[in-house]
């Protein structure tokens, strides 16, 4: 577990280098900055629209920096053959991946926190109210990027970064539809399609039990309840599909 | 390319991007001129809610703020034009199907649909959708009372939606006030004044100018 740690904070170090990091956390702060001159024209709603684009616009940053960083993070220790030096020391496959992981979604986390910190002190300033239920929605959101992430590493442990990049959005677009899939699967369908998309409905992240922010934007706290089992539930998604592309990543063939 | 190496290209290619920026500026205002600066037609396309709704992939709150500040620039463009808001119903339901607790959306749509379309029958609709998504807010129940009071003078139902939004947590004071008043003086000028009188403390900027523009109207009856 060590070495998982040790390979996180190198990832990270790796990360923050990168200047799309740097692009990304500028546009944050643009989205803050703009969404708060849009407020005059939201005739008295500048608050709601304010919280909106803060919430929604960290959450789709650190997205979007979980897929592209995160799809090219393997693939660059083979192409630069880094990873011969790393897997000769006392290090397994699975730790190393585990290390990518959480190197990537601490990252991706501290940028939707930040962004999150940056609402909170806009609305203090302006609006005179620190509405902390928002902390509910950053939860709920770090667990989803920590999903979101596991997507990734677990299809980069054994396809091109391209490839990684495309069935991780596909999979992201499916998991806010997972609901929507099942419910058009159920209306006279053939038994075998109802079979099958129930299937691909279970293995499908459900991403919209994440969401929260249209609750806390209007003033309404994450009950507990949603809190702990929207946890429960990406922790064992997180699990499944480490296990998963920790299994693929120790039978892969570098060459 | 050649052209364009050193401190004189740089120049030319400065001025050219600036004529062809001019070019298409003019373009774009000569359409808008021929378009005879008919405002805001475009929102005839928008498409449902639901579908749009499908199309956020969770971040729906953002996408009914972005309709709602384009519901505000419509309404804003066609109050200096022509005085039609045909689809201001659409784009409000369009708002609220994206984020159904999106209360003030609700209550300015069927401000508008009442008062400038004299369609309380649809606003009072726009009202109960909203009641239904939010059974516990004052606000929707007082506004839909307000319309009854002063749209269709239905002086029962007005009391009745002044009754149940004092019993609703968050209520100011005045809501008792309002539903005391109803059911003693309904169909009382004086009542219809205080409640516009309300409308023009608290409503935005829009609802403030039609309760200016009511009140003035009821004062110039007085005397008939």
């Given amino acids: 577990m060590t070495g998982a740690f040790a390979i996180a904070q190198n990832t990270i170090r790796e990360v923050v280098r990168q200047r799309m990091v740097l692009v990304l956390a500028l546009f944050g702060v643009a989205l803050v900055a703009a969404s708060q001159v849009l407020s005059p024209i939201a005739l008295g709603e500048g608050r709601k629209v304010v919280t909106d684009f803060g919430l929604a616009g960290s959450s789709l940053l650190a997205t979007l920096l979980a897929v592209m960083l995160g799809s090219n993070l393997l693939h660059k220790e083979l192409e630069r053959r880094t990873i011969y030096a790393v897997m000769a020391k006392p290090i397994r496959r699975s ?9 990537l979604w601490v ?4 940028l939707v926190a930040g962004m999150t910190a940056m ?20 939860t709920l959101t770090v667990v989803e990027l920590g999903v979101i992430t596991a997507v990734v ?17 596909a999979t992201i677009v499916a998991g806010h539809f997972a609901d929507d899939l099942l419910y058009f699967a159920t209306q006279g369908a053939s038994p075998w399609i109802t079979r099958t998309t129930e299937a691909v409905y279970w293995l499908l992240p459900h991403l919209e039990l994440f969401n929260v922010r249209g609750q806390v934007v209007h003033g309404i706290a994450v009950a507990p309840e949603r809190l702990a089992f929207g946890a429960a539930y990406g922790l064992l998604y997180m699990i499944a599909l480490l296990v998963a592309a920790g299994a693929i990543f120790e039978r892969r063939e570098f060459r | 390319m050649t052209l364009l190496r050193g401190r004189g290209g740089l120049f030319a290619a400065l001025v050219a991007s600036g004529i062809f920026l001019a070019g298409a500026g003019m373009l774009q205002r000569s359409y808008r001129t021929q378009q005879g600066g008919r405002p805001a037609d475009e929102l005839l396309y928008y498409p449902s809610g639901i ?18 500040l384009r519901a505000i620039q419509y309404y804003g463009e066609h109050r200096l034009n022509d005085q039609r808001y045909d689809m201001i119903g659409h784009v409000m339901g369009i708002v609220t199907e994206l984020d159904p607790r999106f209360t003030e959306a609700y209550v300015f749509g069927a401000f508008v649909l009442a008062q400038e379309l004299r369609q309380p029958q649809r606003g009072l609709e726009l009202l109960e959708r909203g009641m239904r998504a939010n059974p516990e807010s ?13 749209g269709t003078k239905n002086y029962q139902a007005a009391a009745r939606y002044f009754t149940r939004a004092s019993r609703l947590p968050g209520h100011p004071e005045y809501v008792e006030r309002f539903a005391a008043f109803t059911n003693q003086r309904a169909g009382n000028r004086g009542m219809a004044i205080l409640l516009w009188k309300r409308i023009e403390a608290s409503g935005n900027k829009y609802m403030q100018d039609v309760a200016r523009r009511e009140l003035k109207r009821l004062e110039a009856t007085e005397g008939i």
């Fill in chain 1, 153 to 169: 590493v677990f299809f980069s442990s054994f396809t091109t970064p391209a490839l990684t990049a495309f069935f991780a959005m």
């Fill in chain 1, 95 to 103: 730790e190393f991946l585990l290390g990518k992981f959480m190197g």
């Fill in chain 1, 119 to 138: 609402v909170l002190a806009l609305l203090s300033i302006v609006y005179r109210d620190t509405p902390w239920l928002l902390l509910g929605s950053l």
């Fill in chain 2, 51 to 68: 579908w749009v709704r499908q199309a956020a992939l969770g971040y729906e709150t953002v996408a009914a703020d972005i309709a709602w």
């Fill in chain 1, 107 to 110: 990252t991706s986390a501290a």
């Fill in chain 2, 138 to 150: 004052w606000r929707l129940a007082f506004e839909t009372g307000f319309l009854h009071y002063v």
